[in-house]
């Protein structure tokens, strides 16, 4: 059968969601949890290829599987076996054309910001830290040029091969919730480093280091320099992935 989990996860100890070769990423670390649960090898595969120390709360994955667990218990019996910084929420029965990724309707992101003289200990691993007071209403009337159905070329990260890169922005929202500056965005797919550029831009007009449209006049440009630097990795994480 296959299975669908939820999973949450702390990334800031691993090379991102995707199994590599030459450090451990959070895929590896399931797989190898599902194998010695179902005495088998197991092979996930996960909506979102979440970037080297990046979050989530709400990751999707599916894998084929013939043991006779019941979907809703692998949360009970996984997580045991699994670090502190990986946890399943939930387990449920897909049909068998069910896929994590290509089915995946659309996407929510959180990214926080910390506008403090002074980094934070406690949230250092997930924030990105401001040391000038970021204006969250200008940073709010900036993110509303990125919603509808744009060409986001500008938002792609340099040396990307994507071919497509016009998508849909449904929500884009910044606000002050203490002590953070936080941002959601929501669509229906994101470019890499999307959100992150996204960010890092957002956290410039709000400091006053960029001027007022400057996602406007990139998106007309389609020129990535015309963007704020790239936010760092810690501050973002997956929040939830929609599905029909």
């Given at each position: 059968?296959?299975?669908?989990?939820?999973?949450?996860?702390?990334?800031?100890?691993?090379?991102?969601?995707?199994?590599?070769?030459?450090?451990?990423?959070?895929?590896?670390?399931?797989?190898?949890?599902?194998?010695?649960?179902?005495?088998?090898?197991?092979?996930?595969?996960?909506?979102?290829?979440?970037?080297?120390?990046?979050?989530?709360?709400?990751?999707?994955?599916?894998?084929?599987?013939?043991?006779?667990?019941?979907?809703?218990?692998?949360?009970?019996?996984?997580?045991?076996l699994l670090p502190d910084d990986i946890r399943v929420l939930a387990g449920d029965r897909v049909p068998d054309a069910f896929h994590a990724r290509f089915?995946?309707?659309?996407?929510?992101?959180?990214?926080?910001?910390?506008?403090?003289?002074?980094?934070?200990?406690?949230?250092?691993?997930?924030?990105?830290?401001?040391?000038?007071?970021?204006?969250?209403?200008?940073?709010?009337?900036?993110?509303?040029?990125?919603?509808?159905?744009?060409?986001?070329?500008?938002?792609?990260?340099?040396?990307?091969?994507?071919?497509?890169?016009?998508?849909?922005?449904?929500?884009?929202?910044?606000?002050?919730?203490?002590?953070?500056?936080?941002?959601?965005?929501?669509?229906?797919?994101?470019?890499?480093?999307?959100?992150?550029?996204?960010?890092?831009?957002?956290?410039?007009?709000?400091?006053?280091?960029?001027?007022?449209?400057?996602?406007?006049?990139?998106?007309?440009?389609?020129?990535?320099?015309?963007?704020?630097?790239?936010?760092?990795?810690?501050?973002?994480?997956?929040?939830?992935?929609?599905?029909?």
């Amino acid at each position: 059968m296959r299975v669908r989990l939820i999973v949450e996860y702390d990334g800031t100890n691993y090379a991102g969601w995707q199994r590599q070769d030459n450090a451990l990423a959070v895929q590896q670390v399931l797989e190898e949890a599902l194998a010695k649960l179902t005495r088998a090898p197991v092979r996930v595969a996960g909506a979102s290829r979440t970037d080297a120390g990046v979050h989530a709360l709400g990751q999707v994955l599916h894998f084929d599987t013939h043991c006779p667990i019941p979907p809703e218990k692998y949360p009970f019996a996984l997580n045991p076996l699994l670090p502190d910084d990986i946890r399943v929420l939930a387990g449920d029965r897909v049909p068998d054309a069910f896929h994590a990724r290509f089915d995946a309707k659309g996407k929510r992101y959180r990214y926080l910001m910390y506008d403090r003289p002074h980094s934070s200990a406690l949230y250092r691993n997930h924030c990105a830290h401001s040391i000038y007071p970021l204006d969250t209403g200008r940073m709010q009337r900036e993110a509303e040029a990125m919603l509808g159905t744009h060409d986001f070329a500008a938002f792609a990260a340099s040396g990307s091969l994507v071919k497509d890169t016009v998508r849909t922005v449904t929500l884009c929202q910044v606000r002050r919730k203490e002590p953070f500056v936080e941002l959601i965005i929501e669509g229906t797919g994101f470019l890499y480093n999307m959100v992150r550029i996204l960010a890092g831009t957002l956290m410039g007009v709000g400091s006053g280091k960029l001027p007022p449209g400057t996602i406007e006049r990139a998106l007309r440009s389609c020129n990535r320099l015309s963007l704020g630097v790239t936010a760092p990795p810690q501050g973002l994480t997956l929040l939830q992935v929609f599905y029909e």
